[in-house]
């Protein structure tokens, strides 16, 4: 597209934005908190996935006053299933720092707001174009997708230096009027129209100034190098149960992969020992029956989880028991949750 045309694309694309947008309930307010809190939910979550997870987590933490005053289980526990929870975490910081620097304002500079935990450029842009009408950039993978077929840019969207590339090229089209229709259209034309395969290039409303349309290029843009290598684990998972119905867990560490959240006994597969064995040192376990539960696999961003999980019965001293009761207001990570419910099943069977 030639950026004589720039006018006709900005007008295009906000009409279109606003005849076609998705009927979602972050579009519904101006609140710079709540629009932050969506913000931080679609990072790598699906908008069908999200919807409920924003909508009851507004409904737990209305304001930033309620989310910066929450305790730290009950947060994780709102925020449970939708992984990467080192999102919540960072947004709860940000907060805080909101209400103690900021009088519970949301900042409506960018510089003030990337100084805020968790704070990245995309979100910055995001909350000050949409909820304060500022023309600032808001770069995710969609709109990097479609500027790169639009304006033929073949900078790799996996290198960190490309985004600037695309952070000016949307400064020098932005609509300075509409900047939140603007950023939101090209982010929905890239979730909906411009697709990472198979782009419904007849249905797209700036068809006619897309580079990559004229010169038959949409399958070969935008430029991606492959991920990183997966790195594969595999673990051992005990549900252990003692005579009073109580089943036994443990609380990650504090920082890295599941911070603080609740699992079962995990120990890493090894050929030179036995797991149950090494789980009977390590919590003291007098060991009765064994049964196995279904295997799964969990996958993160660059880390595959291969888990053997099973029930045994079991008598120790040491390590945190607990009934089911008490193990539904605990944070799980979703693998834990897969195996617990395996465990109910395989319970009923035996009861």
């Not at 198979?198 to 349309?213: H, I, M």
């Not at 684990?233 to 599941?258: A, H, I, Q």
């Not at 797991?275 to 919590?283: A, D, H, I, P, Q």
Request: with cysteine; charged share 25%; aromatic share 10%.
């Amino acid at each position: 597209m030639s950026y004589k045309y720039e006018k006709e694309f900005r007008q295009n694309l906000v009409e279109w934005f606003e005849n076609e947008k998705r009927d979602l309930p972050w579009r519904k307010t101006k609140d710079p908190y709540k629009i932050w809190v969506s913000e931080v939910m679609l990072q790598q979550t699906r908008v069908d996935t999200v919807i409920p997870y924003y909508e009851n987590f507004l409904e737990k933490f209305p304001t930033v006053q309620h989310l910066a005053d929450a305790e730290e289980e009950f947060l994780l526990k709102q925020w449970e299933g939708l992984g990467y929870y080192s999102r919540v975490r960072n947004l709860q910081a940000g907060v805080r720092e909101v209400v103690e620097t900021y009088n519970s304002i949301v900042p409506k500079t960018r510089k003030e707001i990337s100084t805020l935990k968790g704070v990245g450029p995309y979100t910055a842009g995001a909350v000050l174009s949409i909820a304060y009408g500022v023309p600032e950039h808001a770069v995710d993978g969609n709109v990097m997708r479609v500027l790169s077929r639009v304006l033929l840019l073949e900078d790799d969207i996996a290198q960190p230096k490309s985004k600037k590339v695309f952070e000016k090229a949307v400064m020098d089209l932005i609509d300075v009027k509409k900047p939140s229709e603007f950023n939101q259209g090209l982010m929905e034309l890239g979730a909906l129209v411009c697709t990472p395969t198979s782009p419904k290039c007849l249905l797209c409303p700036v068809r006619d100034y897309c580079g990559a349309f004229a010169e038959g290029r949409t399958t070969e843009l935008p430029i991606k190098t492959k991920k990183t290598k997966v790195k594969k684990l595999s673990y051992d998972v005990f549900v252990v149960e003692n005579e009073e119905g109580k089943l036994l867990l443990e609380k990650r560490p504090e920082t890295g992969l599941l911070a603080n959240m609740w699992q079962f006994p995990m120990i890493e597969q090894a050929a030179e020992y036995a797991s149950t064995v090494e789980l009977s040192k390590s919590y003291q376990i007098e060991l009765g029956g064994q049964s196995e539960l279904p295997s799964l696999k969990h996958i993160f961003s660059h880390i595959v989880w291969n888990l053997n999980s099973f029930y045994i019965k079991g008598e120790s001293t040491k390590g945190d028991w607990f009934t089911l009761e008490q193990i539904a207001e605990l944070p799980l990570p979703v693998p834990m949750q897969k195996i617990l419910h395996s465990y109910k099943i395989e319970r009923c069977k035996i009861d």
